[in-house]
């Protein structure tokens, strides 16, 4: 058995490996009788198992819980060294030493037993506070000196896996905002993981780019330990007080950078498409969700200076094209949220989406589709905010282009849409016009009565005579 009284001079030279004297440690609490022990001694002994299991898998941290856990350490023991390369040196031999510290706690008095205790509890306790806080950090400008958060750039998902088993407690603790005020914020750090506060606290917030990346991850291991109810997803599906889940979150726009805005809304696009790509693959985004939760309409209501996220939103429809179809509150349709609040762009693409998987008569009614409150549609909408002859070029370049003979898109059945559009109380009377502009001749076509018809009327005249 290694001696308790190993000279600072020994571990310097590191003659006692770490591992030796965790393995040494583990043996010893294997080893002690629980049955025999109170229950604070019970606490005790599994506050110590937890504070080696920390000390064990330290390496594996992210960044920030790494140099925590130097910094408690320090504390634990003694004050850091000054020079950097010592520092790097002081923190193995501290490590080793607060490993005999716990591995030997059964020897000491009775006092510096309890003392250990208190130390130990508090070293988990700052540590766990200190992993919620960096799972919550959540600026919309990740550059600027106040993040210290998660950054995918720096920190792996295997090392916030790591730390997250440890504290998996850490999962469910809400963090609470606006305490004070009337218009209370409580939200999970799963939730923060996939939006961020502007830091002028002005109540704005976007993407949280640096640590959208983790929400698969998190939510993965928040089922395995059962950290939420499993209709909740993993705290996926959990909603904020404006009724919004994880999954709404992750058809943001960028939000909250003044610089390079066009640069940060596409890596945005880029990270929360892979985040949903994830999630698909992990079964916990589901093709219903689109519907269920409205996630296009979601999608197609964000802008941020004129970006429209196009990786998402075709990634969503050509999971499921019918969305394009899905009305929510007032008759409301994709294409009103992106012909009222989105970018001329995102209109465009909204509505070529709608004729390449609708191309018959479908596809153009839905420019046309009256919502239920005001009987406004999204061509009336996109007129009065792009422009009539923006909206005008949009909608012929766009049909132009799907059309075209070299395009496998089945060809626009006019007659049939011109009559849908006629006997359908839901659609505007302005389709009839815009079909009629684009081909006159159209009534000749609808109102020419047919061969057998003809010849019927003929030979009732003749019976006649």
């Not at 520092?87 to 059964?106: C, D, F, N, S, T």
């Not at 945005?268 to 309409?297: M, P």
């Not at 970006?307 to 019918?322: C, S």
């Not at 422009?387 to 626009?412: F, Q, R």
Request: proline share 3%; with cysteine.
């Amino acid at each position: 058995m290694m001696e308790a009284n190993i000279e600072n001079n020994e571990l310097d030279q590191h003659e006692v490996t770490a591992q030796q004297i965790i393995d040494a440690a583990t043996k010893r609490l294997l080893a002690f009788d629980f049955a025999s022990s109170d229950e604070q001694q019970q606490q005790a002994i599994f506050f110590l198992k937890k504070m080696i299991l920390v000390l064990e898998q330290k390496e594996t941290f992210p960044l920030r819980t790494r140099n925590k856990t130097d910094e408690l350490v320090e504390t634990f023991l003694i004050e850091a060294a000054q020079d950097e390369q010592q520092q790097a040196q002081q923190a193995v031999v501290l490590l080793k030493k607060l490993i005999l510290v716990l591995q030997y706690r059964e020897t000491f008095p009775l006092r510096t037993r309890n003392q250990t205790d208190e130390l130990v509890e508090k070293f988990l306790a700052e540590l766990e506070d200190d992993v919620h806080n960096m799972l919550c950090a959540d600026l919309t400008d990740p550059n600027s000196d106040n993040y210290r958060g998660l950054d995918s750039e720096r920190d792996t998902e295997a090392e916030v896996e790591a730390i997250v088993r440890i504290f998996p407690e850490v999962l469910t603790r809400i963090r609470i905002e606006n305490e004070d005020d009337e218009h209370v914020s409580l939200h999970y750090p799963i939730q923060l993981l996939a939006f961020a506060h502007n830091e002028d606290e002005d109540g704005s917030y976007g993407c949280n780019v640096k640590a959208v990346s983790f929400i698969p991850v998190v939510a993965r291991l928040a089922i395995e330990f059962g950290c939420f109810e499993e209709e909740e997803r993993g705290g996926l599906l959990c909603e904020d007080r404006y009724g919004e889940n994880v999954l709404h979150c992750l058809t943001l726009s960028c939000g909250g950078q003044t610089y390079n805005q066009d640069e940060q809304c596409k890596a945005a696009d880029d990270k929360y498409l892979q985040v949903l790509i994830q999630l698909r693959k992990l079964g916990l985004l589901k093709k219903e969700d689109i519907k269920r939760y409205s996630l296009l309409h979601k999608l197609c209501r964000e802008k941020e200076n004129d970006y429209f996220a196009e990786k998402r939103f075709r990634f969503l429809v050509e999971w499921d094209p019918t969305a394009l179809l899905h009305a929510i509150t007032y008759g409301w349709l994709p294409i009103h949220c992106a012909a009222f609040l989105s970018s001329p762009r995102g209109f465009e693409l909204v509505f070529e989406y709608g004729i390449r998987y609708f191309p018959k008569k479908k596809g153009i009614s839905l420019l046309f589709k009256k919502t239920n409150h005001d009987d406004s549609t999204p061509f009336q909408y996109a007129c009065e905010i792009f422009g009539h002859e923006k909206v005008m070029e949009v909608v012929e370049d766009t049909l132009a282009h799907c059309y075209a003979s070299s395009d496998d898109t089945p060809p626009l059945h006019v007659v049939n849409a011109l009559m849908t559009a006629a006997i359908d109380k839901n659609i505007h009377l302005d389709c009839v016009y815009f079909l009629m502009r684009r081909k006159p001749d159209i009534l000749m076509e609808v109102l020419s009565p047919l061969p057998y018809i003809s010849k019927l009327r003929k030979r009732k005249r003749n019976d006649h005579h």
